[in-house]
């Protein structure tokens, strides 16, 4: 399973300092000393080494090139296109309606309040259409429903992908390959002793799936180790995980590669004998410690609707959108619209130039037909990998695998910097952005 594995801010966002509900004053408050406040989200992002950031690929980079605004000045805003296996069909699409020059000369023809940006081709499905819907470009993919989501198996053989993640998988093989001939003989002792019990052999079946790691263990691992901090500071009898189980919208939410996403399984706990129990009210790892398993039959994670997120519009389902028209989200976040629409990325750089837009005054904040001119052209979209070198913008996201944006996280939900007094103890997915910035040329 994925999940809380996959991320560090799944391992260390939210927790509150152990100590800090029960320490004594300290020497300084004892003698009348104001205490240094505690570091900010955004001094712990400064602070953070070089190696903590990720270069985002070229390939994965939009450039949108609007109009410059009333008093003459440029106006770009860039977007990072979401990895694989999220919304892969449509993020191809969006390359190549890139790459063939569709969306040069469209515009935003949306702008609703607390809601969302929306842009396209003005003639296409609109009622103030004032001439003919440009053609869209051959090789167009058309997606299913069911890509709104992706297996969790599915995601685990992505991640896996990464070298991080190669190298830590590589590490408990060796480990495993280690204790195997061990447990390996002794399951054989076991299972040719003629007074062995039927309980014994299945012992000694977990015993070798758990030196495999073919199953779950009672001894957390690093990763685990870390999670208690933000499970324990935050967990509720009814959400023993803590943050990760308190999502309104959704059973279970993390960060993964710097990416906000929700979860939903379904499966049954067992005990030792494979007995169906209720589910125990603690951490998994401790539960699995104490013989029980939990049995998931399927399990789904997706992409999350938080602001500044990007979306593919559509048409009454079953229309799943081929990524002509695109919208962002400008205000709280419509959690609603998770795996209802496609999502395909983020803006990261210039979102100022879209949240401040005029709103319109139709339907869903359409621009009206004596408003048109309030539309704002889009006069170029460019993927960055296609720019001279010297032209291409580079960035970087903070690892959400790192410890500075475990760091970054917590101090995101239990604020202890100078203007704050209490300490929230836990945060929305969406109150989580993660650090993006500009790479300075030639690094």
């Known amino acids: 399973m994925i999940k809380p594995l996959l991320s560090l801010v799944a391992a260390l966002a939210l927790a509150p300092p152990l100590a800090a509900q029960d320490a004594p004053p300290s020497s300084s408050a004892a003698v009348g000393q104001k205490e240094t406040p505690a570091p900010s989200p955004g001094e712990i992002v400064a602070a953070a080494a070089p190696e903590d950031w990720v270069r985002i690929a070229p390939e994965d980079l939009l450039v949108m090139t609007l109009a410059p605004d009333s008093e003459g000045n440029a106006r770009q805003v860039m977007i990072q296109l979401m990895p694989a296996p999220f919304s892969q069909g449509w993020v191809e699409n969006i390359r190549l309606l890139t790459r063939s020059g569709w969306y040069d000369n469209i515009s935003v023809n949306r702008v609703q309040d ?15 259409a004032t001439g003919e819907a440009k053609p869209l470009p ?72 758990l030196a495999a790691g073919l199953a779950p263990s ?43 996403l929700a979860n939903r399984e379904v499966g049954k706990w067992v005990d030792e004998d494979g007995n169906e129990v209720a589910r125990p009210m603690m951490p998994k790892h401790e539960a699995y410690g104490l013989g029980y398993y939990h049995d998931v039959s399927e399990s789904w994670f997706w992409p999350t609707h938080c602001y500044g997120m990007v979306g593919v519009g559509r048409n009454l389902s079953p229309d799943t959108g081929s990524g002509a028209e695109l ?50 052209p889009i006069l170029s979209v460019r993927v960055a990998s296609d720019l001279p070198s010297d032209e291409r913008p580079q960035f970087q996201y903070l690892s959400t695998e790192s410890e500075s944006f475990a760091k970054y996280a917590e101090a995101r939900a239990n604020r202890r910097d100078a203007f704050f007094i209490t300490p929230a103890g836990g945060a929305d997915i969406c109150n989580i952005p993660v650090p993006v910035q500009r790479m300075a040329t030639g690094d």
């Open 218 to 260: 009672g001894e957390p691992s690093e990763r685990e180790k870390l999670a208690m901090l933000s499970i324990t500071a935050t967990q509720t009898p009814a959400a023993p995980e803590g943050w990760h189980e308190r999502d309104s919208y959704a059973a279970w939410t993390e960060i993964w590669r710097g990416w906000p």
């Open 138 to 209: 051959e090789g167009l993919k058309v997606m299913g429903e069911e890509e709104y989501k992706v297996d969790a198996d599915i995601l685990s053989e992505a991640d896996s992908q990464y070298p991080d993640a190669s190298d830590e998988k590589s590490a408990i093989l060796a480990v495993a390959e280690t204790e195997m001939a061990t447990v390996a003989a002794e399951v054989e002792r076991v299972f040719q002793d003629p007074n062995s019990t039927e309980t014994e052999h299945e012992a000694a079946i977990m015993k070798l799936l």
């Open 114 to 128: 607390n809601y969302v940006v929306q842009w396209g081709d003005p003639n296409y499905d609109n009622p103030e």
């Open 327 to 376: 919208y962002t989200v400008i205000g709280h976040a419509p959690r609603h619209l998770d795996r209802n629409i496609a999502l395909v990325g983020r803006v990261i750089e210039g979102m100022e130039h879209l949240s401040s837009l005029p709103r319109g005054k139709g339907d869903l904040g359409f621009y009206a037909d004596f408003e048109t001119h309030k539309r704002t």
